[in-house]
């Protein structure tokens, strides 16, 4: 239900009370200070807005910025809200905030989240079906836009919370980035990427300020239940913030340690790259090649990411190793006074590592078919398909018929690749046995490695995630 605070529901009314009171002292965002916060916003936009305060804000003050000259070269903003179809004042909702942007001059979707829910993790899942509706919606669209995010300084802070619980690295304490990019993949024929930027200009600001510019603008807003749900973590950290605070982790400061990580981050990536440069080949994705000299001074972190990369890169659909795996992986291929080397599995990629004690170790990756096969599917003409998340695949739309890619598996041919790399590799699946897409003409097919994972393995765009989405 949208309302002013005085007759929201009474669960989420004593929350928003809660909030109300702590802001008494917080002043609302200055026209200012909005032209400082959209600075960076130099393309055509598209917004999230769910219909709480804090994405309620957000609109009102990109309409501020927009009135201002802000952003003008370019078209109005589309704002999109995301129907999750967990509560029955969902669509009342998004038909609120369509209202709102309307009456602003800005156009509307809804977009619906249909299909079954799963029983337990349903913020989570519901999260990464929100980011592949938008994504994909923006995909389709004629012009590129970034997709602008409400996230606050305090969410930037529970993110860092949560993620120490759960044992994170470098990269999940970093937490949010103001900036990312998404990379999604427009499957047809040809199949082709759309890179997506991230953006969240208010992830420096305290919630607090959010609320006091939706009351002194006289806004309303939605209550969702779901904030006040002491089944969420986030809720969960929540009430506990004043105990944090007591103990000096706050909002700020904790936001701040993220913000110093990211940077740490950001150098590690750099560093990473450079090494990655040296010591590592792609071979065009057939398998990924490690290379650590003997007289090594590679540190363990580096290394791990490499490696984590590697197997990221090359176990395509297989479910991801863990970090504790991937260091005791680590481990092995850095003790170069060790004379074992041979063959494991991990994260679904097979490991050889070659080298005896005091010799350059290599360590050669490629997809794994034993336990976690990658998929065999059937292309229609001028359909295009994300094959085991590692090669586009697609069927020109003047194919005489469908045609069915899988692994080459067994039957691999003699070649110049390692021979056991071949298995995993794509093929044009015939009575005659797999014929070979990978590296070969096999008309009307195409079949190729995507830009994307050359970056993921050059660590340019770490933190880049791939989606696959129809052709409009």
């Keep these: ?31 200012r200070e909005t032209a400082a916060l959209f600075a960076g916003l130099d393309r055509p936009l598209a917004l999230a807005v769910s219909g709480g305060v804090d994405s309620m804000a957000l609109l009102h003050l990109i309409a501020v910025w927009r009135g201002q000259g802000g952003g003008i070269v370019h078209p109005p903003p589309i704002v999109f809200t995301v129907d999750h179809g967990l509560r029955a004042e969902a669509a009342g909702e998004a038909a609120f905030v369509a209202s709102v942007a309307r009456a602003l001059g800005f156009a509307h979707r809804t977009l619906a989240w249909t299909g079954a829910k799963p029983d337990a993790g349903i913020q989570d899942a519901a ?62 024929h040809p199949v082709h990427e759309v890179v997506i930027r991230l ?32 089944r969420f973590e986030r809720v969960r ?17 904790l936001a701040r340690t993220a913000s110093r990580l990211a940077l740490e981050r950001a150098a590690a990536l750099a560093r990473v790259s450079s090494l990655a440069a040296a010591h590592v080949s792609d071979h065009g994705g057939a398998y990924g090649e490690f290379v650590v000299p003997a007289e090594t001074t590679l540190n363990p972190a580096d290394a791990g990411r490499i490696l ?9 659909a297989a479910l991801a ?23 494991l599995t991990l994260g679904g990629c097979i490991i050889d590592i070659t080298g005896g ?31 085991d998340q590692r090669f586009y695949v697609s069927l020109a739309p003047d194919a005489q018929a469908a045609v069915t890619i899988g692994p080459t598996g067994s039957a691999a041919p003699a070649g110049p690749l390692p021979r056991a790399c071949y298995a995993g590799l794509p093929a044009l699946l015939t009575p005659d046995g797999p014929r070979l897409l990978f590296g070969q003409a096999v008309l009307p097919l195409v079949c190729q490695w995507p830009p994307q994972h050359v970056a993921k393995l050059r ?13 409009p």
């Design 1 to 31: 239900m949208c309302a002013p605070a005085s007759t929201a529901s009474a669960a989420a009314s004593g929350a928003r009370d809660r909030v109300v009171a702590a802001v008494t002292s917080a002043n609302p965002i200055t026209a």
């Design 127 to 188: 999260r990464r079906a929100r980011y592949e509706l938008l994504l994909g919606e923006l995909a389709r669209e004629p012009v590129c836009r970034d997709l602008v995010l409400a996230h606050t300084r305090d969410d930037q802070a529970e993110t860092l919370l949560m993620r120490l619980a759960r044992g994170s690295g470098l990269d999940g304490l970093s937490a949010m980035r103001p900036v990312e990019c998404r990379v999604v993949v427009r499957l047809g």
């Design 199 to 230: 953006c969240r200009p208010l992830l420096g600001v305290p919630k607090q300020r959010l609320v006091a510019t939706a009351q002194a603008q006289g806004l309303k807003w939605c209550d969702d239940p779901s904030n006040v749900d002491q």
């Design 237 to 253: 950290l929540r009430r506990e913030e004043p105990a944090r605070a007591a103990l000096g982790l706050t909002a700020e400061a």
């Design 308 to 316: 984590a990369r590697l197997l990221d890169v090359y176990g395509g």
């Design 321 to 343: 190793a863990q970090l504790s795996q991937i260091e005791t992986l680590v481990e092995r291929a850095l003790d170069i006074r060790a004379t074992a080397v041979g063959r």
């Design 357 to 387: 004690a005091g010799a350059a170790r290599r360590l050669f990756v490629f997809r794994e078919c034993g336990r976690a096969p990658p998929e065999t599917i059937v292309l229609q003409p001028g359909q295009g398909h994300f094959w």
């Design 459 to 471: 660590f340019i765009a770490g933190n880049s995630m791939a989606l696959a989405t129809k052709s």
